[in-house]
């Protein structure tokens, strides 16, 4: 015969299984979703990043976006005074996308996947923290090349950019960050460290280079966070 202490003890128990699991399940869940979201997020910086390395592609895919806003325009059959306005506005957004750096767009995008998806840290965030820094050097370059005047503060400026260095790559693990500094030690470049907390905002390592070893210092980092260089 089982006593009532035992019958309710087992019950307990059965209550905290069923809690365990179900809060594990939540878990599992959110942690899914989160990899579909950083994935995703990393596939639209790679894309945008595709773009901007063929001018062509993107503005074949601007042209689209104001195709397919004229069109969606056309199917809820506004009247024609608001549809010429709304057609303004969507040929005004053409003309401003067509003029603003497809490396701006590349920037931002990679940054996006550290900024909004990490912690925890993915390999999708590792290598968008090398890839944001290297999409806006692009952008530096583009406006440089073209003669556009244009604002330092405009590119994000981080801590310490200062004397002709530019940020390189940024990390949270300290253990990641030795093994880049050991790389850039390796091929004799000059690189300057920052830890999490020295400026407002700031909650990762940063390291920075010489711009005028910046590429070089970024091809050596790419095995480092898994990124073929071929």
């Known amino acids: 015969m089982k006593f009532p202490s035992q019958i309710f003890s087992r019950i307990r128990w059965k209550t905290v299984g069923l809690l365990a699991a179900a809060a594990a399940s939540v878990v599992a869940i959110a942690a899914l979703d989160l990899a579909s979201r950083v994935r995703g997020a990393y596939r639209r910086a790679e894309l945008l990043e595709s773009q901007a390395e063929r ?30 306005i709304e057609l303004e506005v969507l040929r005004k957004r053409w003309e401003e996308d067509r003029l603003r750096s497809p490396w701006t767009e590349a920037y931002h995008a990679w940054k ?5 998806y990490s912690p925890p840290e ?7 923290r090398l890839m944001a820094p290297a999409a806006r050097q692009k952008w530096r370059e583009e406006w440089t090349a073209r003669g556009l005047p244009f604002a330092e503060s405009l590119l994000d400026l981080e801590p310490g950019e200062d004397g002709g260095y ?9 253990r990641e960050a030795s093994e880049m500094l050991n790389v850039l030690e390796t091929v004799d470049i000059p690189r300057r460290i ?8 700031a909650q990762a390592i940063r390291i920075l280079v010489p711009e005028d070893r910046f590429w070089e ?10 990124i073929d260089e071929n």
């Open 55 to 84: 001018p062509a592609e993107r503005e074949k895919a601007v042209e689209k976006a104001f195709l397919d806003g004229v069109a969606a325009l056309d199917r809820r059959r506004s009247s024609p005074p608001e549809r010429e």
């Open 112 to 116: 996006d996947v550290y900024d909004l």
């Open 122 to 128: 993915t390999r999708w965030s590792r290598r968008a």
């Open 166 to 174: 530019r940020l390189l790559v940024s990390t949270r693990d300290g």
């Open 194 to 201: 920052f830890p999490p907390g020295d400026a407002p905002g």
């Open 217 to 226: 210092a970024s091809q050596a980092l790419l095995p480092l966070v898994g």
